[in-house]
T-cell receptor
Framework: GQNIDQPTEMTATEGAIVQINCTYQTSGFNGLFWYQQHAGEAPTFLSYNVLDGLEEKGRFSSFLSRSKGYSYLLLKELQMKDSASYLCAVLDSNYQLIWGAGTKLIIKP | AAGVIQSPRHLIKEKRETATLKCYPIPRHDTVYWYQQGPGQDPQFLISFYEKMQSDKGSIPDRFSAQQFSDYHSELNMSSLELGDSALYFC?????????????FGPGTRLTVT
């Protein structure tokens, strides 16, 4: 079966750095997406990785290791508005998005 | 920039009624996806359309049907509604299918079945 694992919830302090991990086992791999979703709102695209390595985009970076079936999203200089759920999603061999359950990130002052 | 439009934003129906949700993709996007998201759950893929043809099918109940029209907008028709159908329904659009195309999500329709 297809499986994506992320921690259910994480807590971090404003101004700090947090790393949200995602491991996956899917039938084929055509890339991994990270989305941010505030409660009651639509998911918004953060990043896409298809090759191994780190992709940096401002305060957010995403890393991929295909051999390990592993990715992480790194958020720096945390702000209160970063409190949201972060969804990891993998594009499988049929180009269908397989979603993780999301990690709820709580930012404390 | 234009975004995905969904209507209505909120809908309240009674059990056994029908509901129609509409989605207007970003201009020039040819692929539409429908998702159902329950409280605290990840989005569950229902169905997708590319160039007005069904391109993929997920966990869409037989009571639901959908189509994409010539202007690329899509409608999700839900019949014999059940309490468990209460959820946020997202529509997303992308340019192209069968590739790593970023999906742009609409604001969602919150359906409450009483």
């Amino acid at each position: 079966g297809q499986n994506i694992d992320q921690p259910t919830e994480m807590t971090a302090t404003e101004g700090a750095i947090v790393q949200i991990n995602c491991t996956y086992q899917t039938s084929g791999f055509n890339g991994l997406f990270w989305y941010q979703q505030h409660a009651g709102e639509a998911p918004t695209f953060l990043s896409y990785n298809v090759l191994d390595g780190l992709e940096e985009k401002g305060r957010f970076s995403s890393f991929l290791s295909r051999s390990k079936g592993y990715s992480y999203l790194l958020l720096k200089e945390l702000q209160m508005k970063d409190s949201a759920s972060y969804l990891c999603a993998v594009l499988d061999s049929n180009y269908q998005l397989i979603w993780g359950a999301g990690t709820k990130l709580i930012i404390k002052p | 920039a234009a975004g995905v439009i969904q209507s209505p934003r909120h809908l309240i129906k009674e059990k056994r009624e029908t509901a129609t949700l509409k989605c207007y993709p970003i201009p020039r996007h040819d692929t539409v996806y429908w998702y159902q998201q329950g409280p605290g759950q990840d989005p569950q893929f229902l169905i997708s359309f590319y160039e007005k043809m069904q391109s993929d099918k997920g966990s869409i109940p037989d009571r639901f049907s959908a189509q994409q029209f010539s202007d690329y907008h899509s409608e999700l028709n839900m019949s014999s509604l059940e309490l468990g159908d209460s959820a946020l329904y997202f529509c997303a659009s992308s340019l192209g299918v069968g590739g790593p195309y970023e999906q742009y999500f609409g604001p969602g329709t919150r359906l409450t079945v009483t």
